[in-house]
Nanobody, 127 residues
Framework: QVHLVESGGGLVQTGGSLKLSCAAT????????TGWFRQAPGKEREFVAA????????YFGEFVKGRFTIFRDNTKNTVILQMNSLKPEDTAVYYC????????????????????WGQGTQVTVSS
């Protein structure tokens, strides 16, 4: 099992930026597909972005529209979500999650496929 810890959330004004970090401990970080989800009050958990274990493939929710990037450093067991041009509707708790992947082509945007979850970090965008 992988233990995931998010950091970097906070309060930012519309148009601002935040960098979320996901640090992993436990089993090896290799062959581990990692993603970010978010959940706003009263709404379902929503896929934000994900990255294959080599970093060669990335995936984004439709609402991202080029505003976010995701990358990973497997030597530091860390995945970063860089969020730019933030909007009030981006306000939510952001969760890091992951699952074991035998190859670099396996991916998922469904939260049900993810084995491990962090506790979440709050992102608030003021108007």
């Amino acid at each position: 099992q992988v233990h995931l810890v998010e950091s970097g959330g906070g309060l930012v004004q519309t148009g601002g930026s935040l960098k979320l970090s996901c640090a992993a401990t436990g089993r090896t970080f290799s062959k581990y597909f990692t993603g970010w989800f978010r959940q706003a009050p009263g709404k379902e958990r929503e896929f934000v972005a994900a990255i294959s274990w080599t970093g060669g493939s990335t995936y984004f929710g439709e609402f991202v529209k080029g505003r976010f990037t995701i990358f990973r450093d497997n030597t530091k067991n860390t995945v970063i979500l860089q969020m730019n041009s933030l909007k009030p509707e981006d306000t939510a708790v952001y969760y890091c999650a992951g699952f074991s992947a035998d190859d670099d082509y396996t991916y998922s945007v469904s939260p049900h496929d993810y084995e491990d979850w962090g506790q979440g970090t709050q992102v608030t965008v003021s108007s």
